[in-house]
């Protein structure tokens, strides 16, 4: 997860944000922007 969110981390220059889909049974129950790496804790 770490390596995940590290690598998408928010664009200092555009400022572009990703999303990361949270999904259960094929069903998006949610869709946070990732503002900084996951490492150990969620």
Known sequence: MGE???ANLPDPQ???KRLLGILLDN???SAPYI???I???G
Do not use: N, S
Request: zero cysteines; charged letters at 25%; proline letters at 0%.
């Open 4 to 6: 995940l969110t590290g």
């Open 27 to 29: 069903e998006l129950l």
């Open 39 to 41: 490492r150990d804790r």
């Open 35 to 37: 503002q900084g790496q």
């Open 14 to 16: 555009t400022g572009h």
